[in-house]
């Protein structure tokens, strides 16, 4: 199966990060994916330090990164998380071109 190379060979792309987490943040905090604005930070929905660790961890686990426990504080809104995770893609992705 081709993988796109959107995101490198991630395949994921701004947007598809941003449903991701979207969805994720609402499960946890009891709400509907469209209530959740990518661009209010996470601590106005109530998004705790438990929730916001076990974000780190489905992300570590779903994803394949080793990812900061303070990352939804230092990433405070899904749309600066999604970019965060974009350039953590970029930096795990093998370099084209080598030696």
Same mark, same amino acid.
Request: hydrophobic fraction near 40%; charged fraction near 20%.
């Given at each position: ?17 941003? $449903? ?65 995770? $974009? ?13």
């Amino acid at each position: 199966m081709p993988v796109p190379t959107t995101g490198h060979t991630t395949g994921h792309t701004t947007e598809s990060l941003t $449903m991701w987490l979207a969805e994720r943040i609402a499960l946890y905090l009891k709400r509907q994916p469209a209530e959740i604005d990518p661009d209010v930070p996470l601590a106005e929905y109530g998004l705790d330090s438990v929730a916001a660790l076990s974000l780190c961890g489905d992300i570590e686990d779903d994803f394949d990164l080793v990812m900061e426990p303070t990352a939804a504080w230092d990433y405070p809104t899904v749309h600066a998380l999604a970019g965060h995770l $974009m350039e953590e893609f970029a930096a795990a992705a093998p370099k084209d071109g080598g030696a």
